[in-house]
């Protein structure tokens, strides 16, 4: 295949070694906070402060932090591949960004956005939002963390189930495979014939359900298999 269309999804496990923690590692997110409480839109309903407190905290720890090699290496797939790299992310953080990606798809949405749930208007969130903050669009006093909650639906389903329909290859990488729709892509790729490839420290909920799989750490692991793809 001269240059096979590939999609590629992010978790946590990418960003982990720029020192931003996953959820369901022993001691991560989900170990110290409720997911109905800060994760939910009826934890935000209940209590809006702790969940603006929680997304100010991670996006400042997010604009410290820096892309590892991993990232790198996406970014360079996506320069230099010359078929179609639909780089999708789970991660709210901007390493992505940070290392050079052209194009990410942050289907859970994204730290440095803010998002109005009245008029559903976005704007770059300040390092600080605040409780109330009104909508520049609407002026509603009802500014949130653009952050897909549980119980709402990811971003831009349509364009990644295109993608994937198309896909000679899929790649998943640092994820656990316990959210859906993100774990169920790689059905979806296995069934148009798509090569399937993991790359994860720990074997994910899904790992049966692909035809390869690369342990180890995103940093080593990552442009490996990038400079295997690009034949360098
Ligand atoms: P998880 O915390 O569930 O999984 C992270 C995965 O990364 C684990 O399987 C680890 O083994 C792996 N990992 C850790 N360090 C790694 C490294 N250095 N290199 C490679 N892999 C490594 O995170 P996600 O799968 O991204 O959603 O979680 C999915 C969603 O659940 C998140 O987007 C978030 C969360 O609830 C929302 O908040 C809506």
Redesign the pocket.
């Known amino acids: 295949m001269a240059h096979p269309s590939i999609v590629i999804l992010t978790?946590?496990?990418?960003s982990?070694?720029s020192g931003l923690g996953?959820?369901?590692?022993e001691g991560?997110?989900?170990a110290q906070h409720r997911?109905e409480d800060v994760?939910t839109p009826e934890g935000f309903a209940r209590n809006p402060q702790l969940v603006v407190d929680f997304y100010n905290a991670r996006r400042a720890q997010a604009a410290e932090a820096v892309p590892n090699a991993?990232h790198a290496a996406l970014a360079r797939l996506q320069a230099e591949h010359p078929g179609d790299v639909l780089l999708v992310t789970?991660?709210?953080d901007d390493l992505h960004e940070k290392a050079g990606s052209p194009d990410v798809l942050h289907m859970?949405?994204a730290l440095n956005s803010a998002l109005c749930g009245a008029c559903e208007q976005r704007w770059p969130a300040p390092l600080e939002m605040h409780v109330g903050e009104a909508c520049p669009q609407c002026d509603a006093p009802t500014a949130r963390p653009d952050?897909?909650?549980?119980g709402e639906i990811p971003y831009q389903m349509e364009r990644i189930e295109q993608a994937l329909l198309n896909a000679d290859i899929f790649a998943a990488?640092?994820?656990?495979?316990?959210?859906y729709p993100?774990a169920g892509f790689v059905q979806m790729a296995a069934h148009v014939g798509a090569k399937t490839v993991e790359?994860?420290?720990?074997p994910?909920e899904t790992v049966a359900l692909f035809e390869e799989t690369r342990p180890?750490?995103?940093?080593e692991?990552v442009p490996e298999w990038v400079a295997s793809i690009l034949g360098s």
């Open positions: 978790g946590a496990g990418i982990a070694e996953t959820f369901r590692d991560g997110l989900w997911i994760a991993g789970q991660n709210v859970h949405g952050i897909v909650w549980f990488i640092g994820t656990s495979g316990n959210v993100a790359m994860n420290l720990d994910s180890g750490k995103a940093s692991t």
